[in-house]
């Protein structure tokens, strides 16, 4: 049996045959479709039982009781994933994660979107410039993929310069980018009606096998906004106290804090540092210098990436230009960045170095790393 022309009746009974089984069904969706590879059988799994990709955490932290300062930062968390989410449906980011991984659509067959963002990485690539299919090389290092869903529709857009303003629209750039995987968009509908896994994952996403550039837009938005993390030792952690200029050395704001990782703590907000890389996961508020941009963009600004899992994301900066995070905070003790960065940001004598640099690995968040949801579908 094969679907080719469906009354609305055989498509119900399609549906609930292809949730029943799977493989050998959709396999006749094409004759001549060539071998999907060896995703082929998760594909058939993942037909059964979409992963869940709904179901908010219960991101409230605990021991907090008052709503001031910075440890609201992670219920507001919530709050505004909670306007995101409501975008995502369990197929509809399954389907964004076969085609974030799927290799067979850039021009060559080489490269997936996961290519230059890798899970393990927290979706970077540990370059400072990546590689694209032809072993060419981009202008800018790769971003980190995660906590998307926290940038709301008046913040400044995406990528280093912020030139996209919605993520839907960003995400068929790197299809059609000659460095990164050169496809056209027809190029790359025709491709995926080719593969006999997607118009199967495409009628249960979107009720219909129809692969069209807009469904392929949003699947991978569903996906990129499902990426957050929210499973650091900052975001479990019992919040005690925000931390403050006033405050005594040694004071614990995190319970579960070591003493370094408390005084880092301190070093960040006392510092200056969350002035502009906020806690509550917010990418950025408005584009800013730190110094090291003025030449790369043309107003001499960029975005402020998130810190969350930046102990996964080493080169730094937009050229990659720093290896280790102790190099970061000595640019941000000295010229530069002390220059450049309104004074009433930065003050670069409360910035303690290992305390800090402890500090910024709580902000790892493992799971994400691990996540079956997150990770590669094609892999056995
Ligand atoms: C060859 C490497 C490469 C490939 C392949 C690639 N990217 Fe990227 N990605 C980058 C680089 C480099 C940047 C930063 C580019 C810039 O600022 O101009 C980036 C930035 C992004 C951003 C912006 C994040 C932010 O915070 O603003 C998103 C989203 C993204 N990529 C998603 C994707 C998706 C989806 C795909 C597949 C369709 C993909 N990327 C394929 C290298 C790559
Ligand atoms: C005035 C705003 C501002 C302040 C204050 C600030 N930063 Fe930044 N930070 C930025 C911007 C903008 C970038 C991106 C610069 C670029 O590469 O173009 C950045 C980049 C970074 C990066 C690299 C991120 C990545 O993904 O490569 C790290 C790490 C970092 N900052 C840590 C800190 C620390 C630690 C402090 C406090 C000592 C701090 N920042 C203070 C604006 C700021």
């Known amino acids: 049996?094969?679907?080719?022309?469906?009354?609305?009746?055989?498509?119900?009974i399609a549906v609930v045959l292809l949730s029943l089984s799977s493989v050998g069904l959709f396999q006749c969706s094409r004759d001549n479709a060539p071998d999907p590879g060896p995703g082929i059988s998760t594909v058939g799994d993942t037909l059964k039982t979409p992963l869940n990709y709904t179901d908010l955490p219960d991101l409230k932290p605990t021991g907090f009781t008052g709503f001031s300062g910075r440890s609201v930062a992670v219920w507001q968390l919530k709050m505004r994933l909670k306007t995101n989410q409501d975008s995502i449906t369990n197929w509809g980011?399954?389907?964004?994660?076969?085609?974030?991984?799927d290799k067979q659509l850039s021009a060559n067959g080489t490269i997936a979107c996961a290519g230059c963002h890798h899970q393990d990485k927290a979706f970077t690539d540990g370059k400072a410039f990546s590689t694209g299919f032809l072993g060419g090389q981009t202008h800018f290092s790769a971003m980190s993929t995660v906590n998307l869903g926290l940038?709301?529709?008046?913040?400044p857009g995406y990528f280093w310069d912020g030139r996209a303003k919605r993520l839907r629209d960003q995400v068929l750039a790197p299809f059609q980018d000659p460095t990164e995987m050169g496809m056209t968009l027809?190029?790359?509908i025709g491709k995926m009606k080719s593969l006999t896994y997607y118009p199967a994952l495409f009628e249960k996403a979107y009720g219909s096998r129809d692969i069209t550039a807009p469904k392929v837009a949003d699947a991978l938005n569903q996906f990129l906004l499902s990426?957050?993390?929210?499973?650091?030792?900052?975001?479990?952690?019992?919040?005690?106290?925000v931390p403050s200029a006033d405050d005594r050395p040694g004071e614990v704001y995190v319970k579960e804090f070591s003493e370094l990782e408390n005084r880092g703590y301190y070093s960040y907000v006392v510092g200056g540092?969350?002035?502009c890389h906020f806690l509550d996961g917010r990418l950025v508020l408005q584009h800013l210098s730190n110094g090291v941009n003025r030449q790369a963009f043309k107003d001499?600004?960029?975005k402020i990436p998130t810190l969350f899992n930046i102990a996964l994301t080493a080169p730094y900066m937009h050229d990659?230009?720093?290896t280790s995070l102790g190099e970061v905070i000595d640019h941000y003790r000295q010229g530069e960045a002390v220059t450049t960065i309104r004074k009433e940001a930065l003050d670069p004598d409360k910035i303690d170095k290992e305390a800090l640099i402890a500090f910024l690995k709580t902000l790892t968040d493992e799971e994400l790393t691990k996540d079956q949801r997150f990770s590669d579908p094609f892999k056995k």
């Open 186 to 188: 027809p190029g790359l």
């Open 273 to 275: 540092c969350d002035q």
């Open 151 to 155: 940038i709301e529709d008046n913040d």
């Open 1 to 12: 049996m094969c679907f080719g022309n469906l009354t609305p009746t055989s498509v119900r």
């Open 320 to 322: 990659g230009r720093f």
């Open 93 to 101: 980011a399954t389907l964004g994660r076969f085609i974030f991984y």
């Open 227 to 241: 990426l957050i993390s929210y499973r650091s030792k900052f975001h479990t952690g019992t919040h005690l106290k």
């Open 300 to 302: 001499g600004k960029s």
